[in-house]
C-alpha cells in the first residue's frame, strides 16, 4: 500500500479515536455510495454528523481541509441523502471535517464543524 494510503488510515484512526473521546456514536466508517465514500459518520444526540477526514504530513501546501473541492462536497450530499432515506433517519445532518497533520511524533488534529459553510 502506497505510503499516502497508510498516511490517511492513520489521521481516519486518529478522527475516530477522537470522535469517540468527544461523546459520538461511530455509525459507519468508509460508507461507499456510487462514487462517493464517506469517511465517518457518526452521531451525537439528535445530530448526524458526516466526516471527512483530510489527513497530510506537511502543511506547506495549505491546510487539509482546504483540500475538499465543491466536487466532493457534492457527492458527499448526494450519498447521506441516500443514506438517511435508506436508514428512514429523522436526524438533522452536518457535514464537518477533521484535518490532521502528522510531522514526526507531533500530531495536529483541527475538527471543523458544519465546514461546508465556513469554505
Known sequence: MAAHNELGKVGEQLAHD?????????????WRCKKAEVDLIAQKGEILAIIEVKTRSTDAF??????IDDKKINRLISAIDQYVCSKKLDVEVRFDVIGIVISGEQIQL???EDAFYHF
Open 18 to 30: 477522537y470522535l469517540i473521546k468527544k461523546g459520538y456514536l461511530i455509525k459507519e466508517r468508509n
Open 62 to 67: 495549505g491546510d487539509p481541509k482546504d483540500f
Open 110 to 112: 483541527e475538527h471543523v
